[in-house]
């Protein structure tokens, strides 16, 4: 589908990846999440090749296009996934979640499904859920309006 793709991200850095539609951009973004596996080449971080770590242990959060969260889990649910997945204790969970929905402003809708959402809640909740990981790198497939001023402070933290 794509081949012959090099680039490098320094620390900072935000980069945008610019192609037509159907060129390959969101398959590219989840090869470097672990969700596919490429057929040839390597995926570096800091010099560790991360070409066949699960998606978990690779330290990405990724804001998926559409958002697609699990619309048969709350807003906390939504978010805790990714901490669920490395096995953090419940205690962890709790204080983690807790700390992004502060950051995201969406205190109060813990308990929210998707469904009763508003497009931004959605939008934040996606993003809530790619931060709290403390990801190193983080993915965005989709154009965030959320990602405000004190967000992107948090990111360079
Ligand atoms: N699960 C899949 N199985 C088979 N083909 C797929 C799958 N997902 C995407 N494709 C195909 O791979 C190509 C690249 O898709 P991709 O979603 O990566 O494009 P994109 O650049 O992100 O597009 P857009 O800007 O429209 O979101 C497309 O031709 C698409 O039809």
């Known amino acids: 589908m794509f081949k012959d793709i090099r680039f490098d991200v320094r620390q900072g850095e935000f980069i945008i990846l610019l192609g037509p539609s159907g060129c390959g951009k969101s398959t590219l973004l989840r090869s470097l999440a672990g969700l596919i596996t490429p057929d040839r080449g390597q995926i570096r971080v800091s010099g ?20 697609a969260l699990f619309p048969n889990l709350t807003v906390a649910g939504n978010i805790a996934f990714g901490l669920i997945m490395q096995k953090c204790s419940r205690q962890d969970i709790s204080r ?5 929905v ?16 508003s497009g ?13 990981v403390h990801p190193r790198i983080l993915l965005l497939d989709e154009p965030l309006s959320a990602l405000d001023a004190p967000i992107r402070k948090h990111l360079r933290e």
């Open 48 to 67: 560790e090749d991360i070409t066949y770590l699960p998606p978990q242990k690779r330290g990405i959060g990724m804001v998926f296009q559409s958002y």
């Open 120 to 132: 931004g809640q959605r939008q934040r909740v996606a993003l809530a859920r790619a931060l709290v």
């Open 96 to 100: 983690r979640v807790a700390e992004v």
């Open 102 to 117: 502060e950051l995201v402003g969406l205190n109060g809708r813990e308990h929210f499904y998707p469904a009763k959402l």
